[in-house]
């Protein structure tokens, strides 16, 4: 398995496409952050903290974890090389962890250059030093449940198709549709005391609650329970072959 998770890693690092897409992730969110005039920009906002960051990087993380993910099982399906694949003594459910972790860690490995950030407001705040901390790690925590919950559902899209594009596309939408659909079912107030559940459905009630700075079972819970049900269809997705 852990042969398995290196080569995923090296795979994607030694292509150009890798280094362009954490590029591009980590030049988006400068950019609202330090160059555009935007409420986000912290030059113009004028307050030490980094809650731009935290409100812009899911709507990034909506396409950046897709083109990470795209390529786990559908390009091994274009490629022929599946069958091979599934030929290592490896169980399916090692399989899906290995390309899931390996997946997930080049998310972490895409953000992580944004600790930059924390130093730099860290050091521009008056006095320095004067920022929320705990807000800022729990904001941190939150995106990397929510790099787990959108890896989960980029690995489980690209073992349904054979073409790459295809699989990002179904990703890009159903992460949106998660973070956002429920949010936006909630906000039209259709289903009177039963709103509050469908808003608690989405994966961004829970990303908020993280933010704020407090660690709720509940909210782990729910990421948890959300990334083991896309591992778990995955694996029924690649059980059909055996059909």
């Known amino acids: 398995m852990s042969a398995l998770y290196f080569k995923e890693i090296r795979s994607f690092l030694s292509s150009l496409m890798g280094y362009v897409i954490i590029l591009v992730f980590l030049v988006t969110i400068s950019l609202f952050l330090w160059v555009f005039p ?17 409100v812009i990087a899911p ?29 290592r003594p490896l169980t399916d459910m090692q399989l899906i962890l290995a390309k899931f972790l390996a997946s997930f860690t080049l998310v972490v490995i895409a953000l992580l250059p944004t600790l930059l950030y924390y130093i730099s407001v860290y050091l521009l705040s008056f006095p320095q030093g004067n920022i929320d901390s705990g807000s800022i790690w729990g904001s941190y925590i939150g995106l990397l449940f929510l790099g787990a919950a959108f890896t989960s559902i980029g690995i489980f899209t690209s073992s349904i ?7 990002f596309v179904i990703a890009g939408l159903l992460s949106a549709f998660l973070y956002l659909g ?19 459905l989405g994966i961004s009630a829970h990303y908020s609650s993280l933010s704020r700075g407090v660690i709720d079972t509940r909210d782990v819970v729910y990421f948890l329970s959300a990334i083991a049900l896309f591992l778990f269809l995955t694996k029924f997705s690649l059980a059909r072959r055996k059909w």
């Not at 935007?38 to 307050?47: A, H, K, L, S, W």
């Not at 990034?60 to 390009?75: G, N, Q």
């Not at 429920?182 to 608690?200: A, Q």
């Open 38 to 54: 935007n409420d986000f920009n912290i030059f113009d906002y004028g307050y030490a903290n980094l809650d731009g960051l935290f």
């Open 59 to 87: 709507f990034v993380f909506i396409f950046l974890v897709p083109a990470i993910t795209m390529r786990s099982f559908a390009d091994e399906k274009k490629s022929g090389t599946i069958e091979l694949l599934f030929t």
């Open 182 to 200: 429920f949010e936006l079912i909630y906000s039209f107030e259709l289903f009177g005391p039963v709103d509050l559940l469908i808003r608690s």
């Open 161 to 167: 198709s054979d073409n790459q594009v295809t699989s």
